[in-house]
């Protein structure tokens, strides 16, 4: 995908383009921001710009055979490295990266290789790494990405350069939703807002199986009394690995009852599509009580981070969901 079909991002987009165009593009980047808003699409379209046989004004046409190589993950001077199991390993940046960086390119004019999840470099790995950026190779471009660019070592960042990636504003990406996904204009803002502006994650929550979940959380959540919460917590418990997303979808739920109960903008909704079950949901509920029920999802959030027994887990949540449910 060539710079113009990626969404958002517009700085490092131009930055690239005008570097490309000029030939004054430096041989170290890190990419960092959260996951899913275009870091990875990114390098791969500065690849194409790089590789293109028709590229004009440091973007790439997108169709040549060296653009599509590109965009199907098969092009030889464009590789992706990625952590084997926990962690990018010296011997991976041995046999993937240096002793190919040395070698001219295969078929294109510059060589790019896209190091995914950086900060889990191991401490060797680092220091061969480091190795390469003091005696970068000609035409071989390399690129970091990361979430947490704290976590790599200084001596490696003071040597590339860092290019921020940011969540997409929710109009820019409803309407590009919209058009990808044909989808009405209100579910097209819901999964904006429920993907935090990260286009990625709008995808993967557009997706049947993960609405089929998050409708019957919410349909469930619709019909539990204040008894029926110790069974629901029986329930959820059969569903480990569906359970971050339950959670979410639970979080976002309370969220916007908060929302509508403190008549916050409804531009800040995360359920715009379901306004009517969420205006009848909130007729039980004080605002007060609504804080805390966020409040308990976010800690059974964090608690099931650290692995804490989900069972235990959950039936501390629904308790204190249930307790206060129908309490005005
Ligand atoms: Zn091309």
Known sequence: MPFKDIKGQTRAIEYFKRAVGNKRLGHAFIFTGPEGVGKRATALALAQALNCSQSAEGEACGECPACRKITQGGHPDVRSIEPEGQFLKIDQM?????????????????????LDSAERLTLEAANSLLKLLEEPPPAVILVLITTQPFALLETIRSRCQTVRFRPLETKVLSSWLRERLACPADQAQALAMQSGGRPAKA???ADENTQALRNQVIGKLQKLGPRDWPEAAVQWG???AELPEMLAVLLSWFRDLLILSSRASRELLMNSDRLTEL?????DESTESLAEKCQAVLTAIQQMKKNINTQLLLENLFMRLGAKAGRN
């Open 94 to 114: 041995r046999e993937q990266l240096q002793r190919d960086a040395i070698l001219k390119p295969m078929e294109g004019s510059t060589k790019l290789y896209i």
């Open 203 to 205: 995808l993967r929550l």
């Open 238 to 240: 059969e569903h480990r």
């Open 279 to 283: 205006e009848g949901a909130l007729l």
